[in-house]
């Protein structure tokens, strides 16, 4: 086992502007080697300089950037709990002097060796090789991702704190939440006794995190850290002292923050516009950092940036009103005349808005009450806001043209940019914005393909009690649209020719991303020529990857039985069965319905209730019912565990006595196939274990099962594993997934359960893998996940047993004590 830690380490220096670097090692629970003049201080249990070059290049796929990994790999210190106590316990093959310092092994390690570590009884500083993590962010959630495949591999809670940590601190630096900063430092020598002396300042460069989500997360890693995150060290003869944890999260952010703002590539046209700022190409020129401004224009830039930034806050944080900027809609006629409002709001009541086009005209007196709300200074704050917020969006200067500023003209061109970029800028500065309703998510028309689908009317129908069923096809075809409105392919390619970011059409204005719509009219052109069909998994894939270009309506049929996929509370509960020597409550009768309603369109689902729920009375059911309504059919095979194969059959034998049962296990079991054809085919459920399977599987595959049922289906989240290949060849059209935990660690464990149920619909294992797997666990795709989820949510039901329409089914809490007295001989050794 490979338990891989890590922690940052600021450089040991005399500069003001200290650099860092992030050390990766890793922990082995290979017993220490002894060795002859072995340093007293080197960590035993740790992979040394060339096993871990060799770890790194094979397990974790590094490369070397020089040539050979070993030259990126250095001894760092760090302070570990150690003890001369109980090393045989911890370590069970070492054979150490009782009387040497050992460190204890991780939380992790000692899990893994099923064993308690010492009590630590001192604190020591151990030599470990490490690995100079670079860049940091990107190999950290790189780590993460292969150790959720790995069973030898694993992170400590050290690094797992860092990876969550900077995955956080990345999130703020995409949202751009910093600000240039200059940090004043004083070299002017001590004042002697009775003597002044001049200050000598320097000024540094650089960059800041400025978000109360920040603080927020600076507040909870505190508590979160643990404390192997602050005892790295430079060197081995340093004092044995913690960094604090505030100070280390802190140092270790803005460090990112610079590797960030160095690694981005700058356009050359804004280079031109910061040419002549001394400050932004300062702050830019990152290579220079630790080079102090000393010349006397330097501290004046330093006040500058002073003033400017405790006025930011204080305008922020100390006016009793919010700056807001409304934009309103040209006319069609005058295309080129948008108009960007100032408004200001009361903070303490925000329905308590004011045109400034309307103060202005106001008269003393009443402006005077106006003062009341929005304080003594408003004039004065006011364009103090508006001209931190032209700083922010330059276009306002051409409002502030004027003493009593009121707002100003935008061309089409500029009015699309405001809304595309600068708003929402403005809004994280704490600006308020008001957009037009069909600029909203909830208002906003888009130019989109509809997907319109219905039974196929000609062909012999497979439809089963009326309903429709997975072998249908299904007509379908595309139309053109604009919000709720088809359009034909004349009024398509207008659109596309007139080129223009914003368009008025049909009496609105809507912003049209044309290159886009200039592939989906090739793409309706493609399909006119064609008679399309589709099968029932695939409409529901196309429904599950629809998105603002794509929506998909169906005819009410089809809409119907969508609805009851998505949302099983549609269905209607079956009636307690007659013959079911127990009686159902309410939501597992809604589980039964859910069950034959998916088997009636040919599909196959995943019962995942929470454990106690009576996922096995649920089977149950559905087996009394469907052999009440059937003639002869098949058995049903029952997949589980070894362990509780005599568990399902007590409970078949207690609820459905009238139903045979064959548990097909032992060395006893019938493995002739003439004799095992026919004694299944006397019984309704044959049960058997996953090992019986792999190794009976000729035997299996020989009867035609009605059913396939799987419990535990955790069971299979190896799709590579020889049982789960003997499962998938096994003969059913039905098949039902049992478990409480479709997803253990890996999303493959999902996919492997779809690939027993619906073979092919969630794709390839390769396509899977790309196309959701990589993106979800590794990149964090929100879109992929929420695509997922709609496709895999019509065939899982789960429920909770803190679901409160769960909860009031379920029975009564009963407790009962029971006291275990202890015998003579426990009671004297006690």
Same mark, same amino acid.
């Given at each position: 086992?490979?338990? =891989? ?5 600021? &450089? ?17 629970? #290979?017993?220490?080697?002894?060795? /002859? %003049?072995?340093?007293? &201080? ?9 096993d871990l070059? #060799? ?20 001894t760092?210190y760090?302070?570990l709990?150690s ?6 316990e911890?370590?069970?093959?070492a ?8 460190p204890?092994p ?14 630590p ?9 490490? @690995?100079?993590? *670079? ?5 950290? *959630? ?12 694993q ?7 860092? @990876?969550?940590y ?8 995409h ?9 004043y ?18 000024? $540094? ?5 400025v ?9 909870q890693?505190? *508590?979160y ?10 060197a ?6 913690f ?19 160095? &690694?981005t ?10 040419? *002549?700022?001394?400050l ?6 990152? +290579? ?7 010349d ?6 330093? /006040?500058?940036?002073?003033t ?8 922020? %944080? %100390? ?22 409002k100032?408004?200001?709001?009361a ?6 808005k004011?045109?400034?086009?309307? $103060?202005?005209q ?16 408003f ?21 502030l043209?004027?003493d009593?500023?009121v707002?100003?003209?935008?061309? =089409?061109?500029?009015?699309?940019d405001?809304?595309?970029?600068s ?46 069923h ?15 409105e ?32 200039? +592939? ?15 099968t029932?998994?695939?409409?529901i ?7 603002e270009?794509?929506?998909v ?13 998505h ?8 009636e ?22 998916l088997?009636?369109?040919g ?11 009576g996922?096995?009375i649920q ?18 095979l ?28 032992g060395?006893d ?11 299944t085919?006397?019984?309704d ?9 792999? /190794?009976?599987? /000729? ?6 099962w ?33 478990t409480?935990?479709?997803?253990e660690?890996r ?8 690939n027993?149920?619906?073979?092919? $619909?969630?794709? !390839?294992e ?25 496709l895999?949510?019509p ?8 679901? !409160? ?16 007295n202890?015998t ?6 006690y």
């Amino acid at each position: 086992m490979k338990i =891989l830690h890590g922690t940052w380490i600021p &450089n040991s220096s005399d500069e003001f502007i200290q650099a860092g670097n992030f050390y990766l090692w890793v922990e082995t629970d #290979t017993p220490p080697r002894q060795q /002859k %003049n072995r340093e007293p &201080n080197r960590h035993p249990q740790q992979l040394n300089k060339d096993d871990l070059s #060799t770890f790194l290049s094979d397990e974790l796929g590094i490369t070397p950037k020089n040539g050979s990994l070993s030259r990126d790999i250095i001894t760092k210190y760090f302070i570990l709990p150690s003890t001369d106590v109980g090393v045989g316990e911890a370590f069970a093959s070492a054979k150490a002097s009782p009387r040497e310092n050992r460190p204890l092994p991780s939380v992790e390690l000692t899990r893994y060796l099923e064993t308690e570590a010492p009590t630590p009884t001192t604190w020591q500083i151990w030599a470990i090789d490490c @690995y100079q993590v *670079n860049p940091i962010v990107k190999l950290l *959630n790189d780590i993460h991702f292969l150790c959720l495949y790995s069973t030898e591999t694993q992170m400590g809670a050290d690094l797992l704190c860092w @990876y969550h940590y900077s995955q956080s601190v990345r999130e703020l630096l995409h949202k751009d939440r910093y600000i240039p900063t200059l940090k004043y430092r004083d070299r002017s020598p001590l004042k002697a006794k009775g003597k002044k002396t001049s200050p000598s300042p320097e000024i $540094y460069p650089g960059w800041e995190i400025v978000s109360e989500v920040y603080e927020t997360k600076i507040q909870q890693y505190i *508590n979160y850290l643990p404390l192997a995150c602050t005892g790295g060290l430079n060197a081995a003869d340093a004092p044995i002292e913690f960094y604090d944890k505030e100070t280390l999260l802190r140092h270790f952010s803005e460090c990112l923050l610079h590797d960030y703002v160095a &690694n981005t590539p700058i356009p050359a046209t804004f280079e031109k516009k910061i040419a *002549n700022s001394r400050l932004i190409t300062g702050c830019l020129n990152l +290579q220079n950092s630790a080079i102090p401004w000393t010349d006397s224009q330097a501290v004046t830039i330093y /006040k500058q940036w002073q003033t400017w930034k405790q006025k930011l806050v204080a305008a922020q %944080n %100390n006016s009793t009103f919010q700056l807001c900027f409304q934009l309103q809609e040209a006319s069609t006629q005058t295309p080129d005349r948008w108009y960007l409002k100032f408004i200001v709001a009361a903070k303490q009541d925000p329905s308590l808005k004011l045109e400034l086009d309307d $103060y202005w005209q106001l008269d003393s007196k009443t402006k005077q009450n106006i003062h009341k709300q929005f304080g003594k200074e408003f004039e004065k704050d006011l364009l103090l806001n508006l001209g931190y917020a032209a700083r922010i969006y330059p276009q306002i200067w051409q409002g502030l043209e004027t003493d009593k500023p009121v707002g100003f003209f935008l061309t =089409l061109t500029d009015a699309f940019d405001f809304l595309a970029q600068s708003a929402w800028v403005l809004e994280d500065a704490g600006y308020k914005t008001i957009v037009p309703a069909w600029w909203t998510p909830q208002g906003r028309a888009r130019a989109k393909l509809r997907l319109k689908a219905s039974p196929k009317k000609s062909g012999k129908s497979k439809a089963e009690k009326g309903l429709f069923h997975l072998d249908n096809l299904i007509d379908y075809h595309y139309e053109l649209a604009i919000g709720d409105e088809q359009i034909t392919p004349q009024e398509w390619q207008k659109l596309v020719d007139a080129k223009a970011p914003l368009i008025h059409f049909r009496g609105q204005w809507m912003e049209l991303d044309l290159a886009k719509m200039q +592939q989906m009219l090739q793409f309706w052109q493609l399909h006119q020529d064609t008679q399309p069909e589709l099968t029932l998994l695939e409409l529901i894939q196309k429904t599950a990857a629809a998105n603002e270009e794509l929506e998909v309506e169906t005819e009410d049929s089809l809409a119907a039985m969508m609805l009851n996929l998505h949302d099983p509370s549609q269905l209607e509960p079956i009636e307690n069965p007659l013959l079911l020597q127990g009686t159902l409550r309410e939501y597992q009768k809604r589980g039964v319905a859910w069950i034959q309603y998916l088997e009636r369109l040919g599909l196959n689902g995943c019962l995942a209730d929470d454990m106690g729920l009576g996922k096995t009375i649920q089977v149950i059911a559905t087996l009394i019912v469907e052999r009440a309504d059937s003639a002869k059919i098949s058995p049903t095979l029952l997949i589980a565990p070894t362990s509780v194969l005599g568990n399902w059959a007590k409970e078949i034998e207690k609820f459905a006595p009238h139903l045979g049962i064959k548990i097909h296990h032992g060395s006893d079991r019938i493995q002739e196939l003439a004799a095992f054809k026919t004694a299944t085919g006397e019984c309704d459920v044959v049960i058997t274990s996953y090992t019986l399977v792999r /190794k009976d599987s /000729k035997l299996l595959q020989a009867v035609d099962w009605h059913r396939i049922v799987i419990d535990e289906a955790q069971n299979i989240k190896n799709p590579a594993a020889e049982q789960t290949k003997a499962i998938l060849k096994l003969p059913s059209t039905r098949r039902l997934a049992l478990t409480g935990t479709p997803v253990e660690n890996r999303l493959l464990d999902l996919w492997s359960i779809f690939n027993f149920l619906n073979p092919g $619909y969630l794709g !390839k294992e390769a396509q899977f893998r790309k196309s959701f797997e990589i993106p979800i666990q590794k990149d964090r795709n929100q879109v992929q996940s929420l695509t997922l989820k709609k496709l895999v949510q019509p065939f899982i039901l789960r429920r909770v047993k803190t679901d !409160k329409t769960i909860i009031k089914d379920l029975p009564d809490k009963v407790e009962h004590k029971q006291y275990c007295n202890l015998t003579k001989e426990q009671a004297s050794l006690y």
